[in-house]
């Protein structure tokens, strides 16, 4: 069974940034998609960034655009999203998500999902 692991999240100012890591435990996922998604308070989950098991593919939301950067290390088997000129509508808790596949199309099914980490943004 794989779990995903979250870290990062935390309190900061609009106009900071934060940086997220998300490891696996029990296997590696070198080989698999990687995303990052996240949840505002009251409002359903959404996309953010994702990225193929090399790292030569990502996407991003609009919303992101210019600001996240989604990266991948096989090596340390950890997946991170810099978070740069944070907005207060980038609150939420983010979640880590893999999928079996090495690439994401429509319809990708993500396979293990982390328990998620809280992202505060004051203004």
């Known amino acids: 069974q794989v779990q995903l692991v979250e870290s990062g999240g935390g309190l900061v100012q609009a106009g900071g940034s934060l940086r997220l890591s998300c490891a696996p435990s029990?296997?590696?996922?070198?080989?698999?998609?990687m995303g990052w998604f996240r949840q505002p308070p009251g409002k359903e989950r959404e996309r953010v960034a994702f990225i193929n098991w090399s790292g030569g593919s990502t996407y991003y939301v609009d919303s992101v655009k210019g600001r996240f950067t989604i990266s991948r290390d096989n090596v340390k088997n950890t997946v991170y999203l810099q978070m740069n000129s944070l907005k207060p509508e980038d609150t939420a808790v983010y979640y880590c998500?893999?999928?079996?596949?090495?690439?994401?199309?429509?319809?990708?099914?993500?396979?293990?999902w982390g328990q998620g980490t809280r992202v505060t943004v004051s203004s």
């Open positions: 998500a893999a999928t079996r596949s090495s690439f994401v199309v429509v319809g990708t099914k993500w396979d293990y």
């Open positions: 029990g296997r590696s996922l070198s080989s698999s998609a």
